[in-house]
């Protein structure tokens, strides 16, 4: 990038920052004008009781609409986002969310239902539901599903819930919980949560699960191992059999965390490797928009013997013959005793369910397996175009074999070399138009970059973002400088971010 460019970029973004939306207004300007009363006036205390109303009127600019419009719009250009370009963020699968499914979730049937609708007049919904369960059952290998959780952190704790009553039933008082070094950040925060202690299990050398540290580990004490397989290295770990078999010979459960579904869909079934308790993130395998605080939706799918202790409640179909008119085939089961309760308000988050279930519906079996296995090849080209242009040799691979959805590059040799952090080539890649891949996690990784290119992007694409990289590293041989200071083209630049973790100023006055 060019001093010329970088200056005119800096300057936009400085003149753009020193106005603000109040300064551009004046008073009385407005963007609608409300035609006068033709209804008699009613006293505003029968329609809102004092105390709930405001002392003062709020401090609102008053603008007209052009610049109404141009104020969002300038925010909403400020972000970067999925439909802006390339997001190969690790972990995270930020895949293209079609806008078909936008549209049949936004359908009055879906977006007007009311929750608290009765089961009766709600029998379409609970159709759906129903079908979505089913069709997530045949993904995860297991016969049982609860659409509750509304994230993946929430089907976490189900499934850490689920584990403490299995064994509450049986009196069996157990304290810990085994999860890799490997694992997602939530794990930890979701054993603590659920009332037990984390005890973590090693790496080996070729990225999955050291076998001998979890035999040493699996005694009477631990209540459940948490493992992805594929793991957050992006690697598959071939012992899962042997894994599974060590935890359940300790009585313990086998909870499946499923980010990285996306790699395996229609290949290979948590349930069949063993996994008594899986979560789905339905905003990462399934299409569901992901980020921006919500909604999101983290259904669990379990086994037989932990059945008995899903949420509730739990959606039915009746059998029988519905010919004499009834039009009650659905309904929700609350007659749960052994049930760990309520995880939520209501069913989940609906229209989560509606665009998970109109992409299973759009591409069928076989469709789920071609995006994973494009998924996987993703990865993989990506990684083998960076060894071709050299990039490898400053970034190399943490585990150096066949990944899967998802690779971990380690930025040590960048950082001795050319005394570049993995910071500062996340931070130039904004310049370039990409968004950075994951940095510094998996933790076991030094300086590390977990790339997740997704099936949903093309080979041109893949093309243009390791030409970036290899881009920015040649530049850092000769000016190191210009990574450090790294961005330039974003409307906010590089902030002291030790400093907001310790002092975050969540609300300033206006």
């Not at 190969?88 to 239902?113: D, I, Y």
């Not at 079908?131 to 993904?139: C, D, H, K, T």
């Not at 690697?235 to 042997?242: M, T």
């Not at 060894?387 to 998802?406: F, K, N, S, T």
Request: aromatic share 6%; hydrophobic share 35%.
């Amino acid at each position: 990038m060019s001093d010329t460019r970088v200056s005119l970029e800096e300057t936009a973004m400085q003149r753009d920052r020193a106005v603000t939306i109040f300064e551009k207004g004046a008073p009385g300007r407005r963007a609608f004008v409300a035609p006068a009363l033709d209804v008699p006036e009613q006293p505003l205390d029968e329609l809102i009781p004092s105390h709930l109303r405001r002392r003062a009127p709020a401090r609102l600019p008053e603008v007209s609409e052009p610049e109404l419009v141009r104020h969002y719009v300038r925010i909403s250009r400020r972000n970067f986002d999925l439909d802006s370009g390339f997001y190969p963020l690790g972990s995270c699968t930020m895949k293209h969310n079609p806008r078909l499914h936008e549209r049949v979730a936004g359908l009055p049937g879906h977006a007007r239902l009311h929750p608290l609708q009765d089961p009766a007049r709600a029998q379409g919904a609970l159709q759906l539901m129903w079908n979505l369960e089913r069709a997530l059952s045949e993904i995860a290998g297991l016969p049982h599903v609860s659409l509750q959780p509304s994230a993946g952190s929430h089907g976490e704790l189900a499934g850490v819930l689920l584990t403490r009553a299995y064994h509450a039933d049986r009196g069996d008082q157990r304290r810990t919980v085994l999860t890799p070094d490997t694992a997602h950040g939530t794990n930890p925060a979701t054993v603590t949560m659920g009332g037990y202690e984390v005890v973590k299990v090693g790496t080996n050398a070729a990225g999955g699960v050291d076998i001998e540290d979890l035999r040493a580990k699996a005694d009477r004490d631990v209540a459940c191992l948490m493992l992805t397989n594929p793991n957050t290295l992006g690697l598959f770990d071939p012992n899962i059999e042997e894994i599974a078999r060590i935890v359940h010979d300790v009585g313990a459960t086998v909870y499946y965390d499923g980010a990285n579904l996306n790699a395996v869909m229609g290949i290979s079934r948590p349930g069949d490797m063993g996994f008594d308790i899986v979560h789905f993130n339905l905003h990462k395998s399934f299409t569901q928009p992901h980020g921006g605080g919500g909604p999101g939706a983290g259904p669990i799918a379990v086994s037989d013997r932990i059945e008995p202790y899903l949420p509730h409640p739990v959606i039915v179909r009746h059998g029988g013959d519905f010919s004499n008119g009834s039009t009650r085939e659905f309904d929700l089961d609350y007659e749960r005793p052994k049930s760990i309760g309520r995880l939520r308000g209501f069913q989940g988050n609906y229209g989560c369910f509606v665009r998970a279930y109109a992409y299973i519906c759009s591409l069928g079996a076989s469709g789920l397996r071609d995006a994973s296995e494009t998924a996987v090849l993703n990865a993989n080209y990506l990684l083998a175009r960076l060894r071709q242009l050299g990039v490898c040799e400053l970034l190399p691979p943490a585990y150096d074999r066949i990944c899967m959805h998802e690779f971990a590059l380690t930025g040590g040799p960048m950082k001795r070399e050319l005394g570049i952090r993995t910071l500062d080539l996340a931070k130039r890649l904004l310049d370039y138009g990409y968004h950075p891949p994951t940095v510094y996690f998996p933790l076991l990784v030094e300086e590390a970059l977990l790339v997740e290119p997704t099936e949903t992007e093309t080979k041109e694409t893949l093309d243009g973002f390791a030409e970036a990289i290899a881009e920015i590293l040649r530049e850092a041989r000769e000016d190191p400088e210009v990574a450090r200071g790294a961005p330039y083209s974003t409307p906010v630049r590089r902030l002291d971010e030790a400093t907001a973790a310790k002092q975050p100023v969540l609300r300033q006055a206006l």
